[in-house]
């Protein structure tokens, strides 16, 4: 079974602190990633992809990837109250040419004004 | 107007009725997906398909049936809805990755 695993939380940062979330895999095969915010009731969307290891920033955004030990995160700098949603990871399920990804049950993450 | 439609947004229906949820999209992708969502777990794929001929079931495909009537549209039925399958479902496309999302149809069933 391949899964994706994530720390449900909520996970509780101040306002202007630096929040990480992580993201573990279990399919060494697998080759892209995502980090999907979700706000209550609403739909999944994307906030960051990445398909090599190391870093890649975007805005308040930065992704890490470690593929030798199956993990990658998500850091956001200077959190804002409207950073307050719920966080999913998606993997791709590897070998395929099928784009089927494989979704962690997400982070709830809550920044306190 | 939005990208990938989903109708109905919400819908309340009784045990053993046939439901159909549709999905539209204008964003020309190949490749629809339908997954359902419930509280505290993660998205659950349901069908897929990557053009109108070529449809697969995916983890949860038991109960569900779909329909694709053309690039543009992706029908998920329930024939006898049954109350565990009160959950929040989603539409998206890609062309390749990434996944792109409707905005959800809130079903509950009684």
């Known amino acids: 079974q391949k899964e994706v695993e994530q720390n449900s939380g909520p996970l509780s940062v101040p306002e202007g602190a630096i929040a990480s979330l992580n993201c573990t895999y279990s399919d060494r095969g697998s080759q892209s990633f995502f980090w999907y915010r979700q706000y209550s009731g609403k739909s999944p969307e994307l906030i960051m992809s990445?398909?090599s290891n190391g870093d890649k920033e975007d805005g308040r955004f930065t992704a890490q990837l470690n593929k030798a030990s199956q993990y990658v995160s998500l850091l956001i700098r200077d959190s804002q109250p409207s950073d307050s949603a719920t966080y999913l990871c998606?993997?791709?399920?590897?070998?395929?040419?099928?784009?089927?990804?494989?979704w962690g049950a997400g982070t709830k993450l809550i920044i306190k004004p | 107007d939005a990208d990938v439609t989903q109708t109905p947004r919400n819908r309340i229906t009784k045990t053993g009725k046939r439901i159909m949820l549709e999905c539209s999209q204008t964003?020309?992708?190949?490749?629809m997906y339908w997954y359902r969502q419930d509280p505290g777990l993660g998205l659950q794929l349901i069908y897929y398909s990557f053009d109108v001929k070529d449809i697969n079931k995916g983890e949860i495909s038991d109960g569900y049936s779909v329909s694709r009537q053309a690039q543009a549209k992706f029908s998920l039925s329930l024939e006898s809805a049954i109350p565990n399958q009160t959950a929040l479902y989603f539409c998206?496309?890609?062309?390749?990755?990434?996944?792109?999302f409707g905005d959800g149809t809130r079903l509950s069933i009684l």
């Open positions: 964003k020309g992708h190949d490749r």
């Open positions: 990445i398909y």
């Open positions: 998206a496309t890609s062309d390749s990755q990434p996944q792109h």
């Open positions: 998606a993997v791709d399920l590897a070998g395929g040419s099928n784009y089927q990804l494989i």
